[in-house]
């Protein structure tokens, strides 16, 4: 397998396996389970439903490389945004918890190593 192939498969299984994590933690805390922490529903529904979307977006790498880093380009999109409003949330001592902050640099750090990783996937036509 050359490098190419090996970087999507990688990135491909990066993307589900996050997205698969991230909806079964959203859900389990969606249906009650306790985190140990401030729970600010609005992001847990944002990940949750997320997460669904980086599913489809590591499946899709496998049969159209160039939809993939587009649905990856608008998840860090969103996700940059997210962060940003949470980060604001924070600051001023809201109802987010600093784990939820956390949560959100690695999914946006995640996300922008998939979208870099479909980028120059594209430009090698893979």
Do not use: H, Q
């Not at 490098?3 to 589900?16: D, H």
């Not at 590591?58 to 999109?77: D, F, Q, Y």
């Amino acid at each position: 397998m050359n490098k190419e192939k090996l970087l999507k498969v990688i990135l491909s299984f990066v993307a589900c396996a996050f997205g698969l994590v991230t909806v079964i933690t959203g859900s389990s805390v969606l249906r009650g389970a306790d985190p140990g922490y401030i729970v600010f529903v609005p992001l847990l529904i944002y990940n949750s439903v997320m997460g669904v979307l980086y599913i489809i977006t590591g499946a899709m790498a496998w049969r159209n490389i160039s939809k993939a880093k587009l649905l990856a380009g608008v998840i860090l999109s969103l996700n940059i945004l997210v962060f940003g409003g949470i980060f604001f949330i924070y600051s001023t001592g809201s109802l987010v918890a600093l784990e939820s902050v956390m949560a959100m640099t690695l999914r946006t750090f995640v996300w922008l190593v998939i979208f870099i990783g479909f980028s120059w996937l594209v430009k090698e036509n893979v």
